[in-house]
C-alpha cells in the first residue's frame, strides 16, 4: 500500500482541466518539495513531467502543472486533449535515502 | 538522442537468481546518477534501486533491500541489477532510469528505457 494516496480515476472532457490529488501522510513529503510526477501511457516508457512540486523539464508541455500545499501535491492538466489520457503517478523522495510513489490515476478523456 | 535499452529479463524459478543490464547512449553516462523502477502487472510504479554516477553510493527499496544488487560499468556506459532470491511477487516490467541533472534528492526519473520483464514462477 502505497504511504502516497491517488484517486483511482479522475475524467474530463476535451479542452478542460483536471486535478490530480498526491496526499502523503509521512513529515518528509510535508517538509520536503521533491514531488515528481509521471506520465504512463499502456506499454510506454514512463514520462517525466514535473519535478520539485511545480517544474517543468524542458519540452513537456504548459499544459501541465503543479503545486502542494501542506500534506497535497496536485498535477494540473489544463486544455485536456485525447492523448492526455494515460495513467499518472506522484513520487517523493523520503528521508533515508528512499522514494516512493503514489497508486496512480487513470485519467479518460470522456 | 538519449537511449536506455534494458536486457536480461525472462522467466525464472522463486529462488533462483537473474541479472539485467541496461546500454546507455547518448549522454555522459559517468556523469549521472542511474535507478531501477519497475511495475508489476496491473499495478503502480515501485523504485527499486538508485547508484551514483561513480557507484559509491546505492540505496534500495525496502521490498529487495538484501536480495538485490545494482551496480554499473562506466567504460561500458552499462547499468546492471543482480537479484537474488526471488519472489513470485518480484514479477513485473523492469525499468532503468536517469536521474535528473542536478537533482537535489532521489526520486527525478528524466529518462526512461523501454523496459523488461521478469517473471517469477515455479
Known amino acids: 500500500q502505497s504511504a502516497l494516496t491517488q484517486p483511482a480515476s479522475v475524467s474530463g472532457s476535451p479542452g478542460q482541466s483536471i486535478t490530480i490529488s498526491c496526499t502523503g501522510t509521512s513529515s518528509d513529503f510535508v517538509s520536503y518539495n521533491f514531488v515528481s510526477w509521471y506520465q504512463v501511457h499502456p506499454g510506454k516508457a514512463p514520462k517525466f513531467l514535473i519535478y520539485e512540486v511545480s517544474n517543468r523539464p524542458s519540452g513537456v508541455s504548459n499544459r501541465f502543472s503543479g503545486s502542494k500545499s501542506g500534506n497535497t501535491a496536485s498535477l494540473t492538466i489544463s486544455g485536456l486533449q485525447a492523448e492526455d489520457e494515460a495513467d499518472y503517478y506522484c513520487s517523493s523522495y523520503r528521508s533515508s535515502n528512499n522514494v516512493e510513489f503514489g497508486g496512480g490515476t487513470k485519467v479518460t478523456v470522456l | 538522442q538519449v537511449q536506455l535499452v534494458e536486457s536480461g529479463g525472462g522467466v525464472v524459478q522463486p529462488g533462483r537468481s537473474l541479472r539485467l543490464s541496461c546500454a546507455v547512449s547518448?549522454?555522459?553516462?559517468?556523469?549521472?546518477?542511474m535507478n531501477w523502477v519497475r511495475q508489476a502487472p496491473g499495478k503502480g510504479l515501485e523504485w527499486v534501486a538508485v547508484i551514483s554516477y561513480d557507484g559509491s553510493n546505492e540505496y534500495y527499496g525496502d521490498y529487495v533491500k538484501g536480495r538485490f544488487t545494482i551496480s554499473r560499468e562506466n567504460s561500458k556506459n552499462t547499468l546492471y541489477l543482480q537479484m537474488t532470491s526471488l519472489r513470485n511477487e518480484d514479477t513485473a516490467v523492469y525499468y532503468c532510469?536517469?536521474?535528473?541533472?542536478?537533482?537535489?534528492?532521489?526520486?527525478?526519473?528524466?529518462?526512461w528505457g523501454q523496459g523488461t520483464l521478469v517473471t517469477v514462477s515455479s
Open positions: 532510469a536517469r536521474t535528473r541533472p542536478g537533482s537535489r534528492a532521489y526520486g527525478e526519473f528524466d529518462y
Open positions: 547518448g549522454f555522459t553516462f559517468s556523469s549521472f546518477g
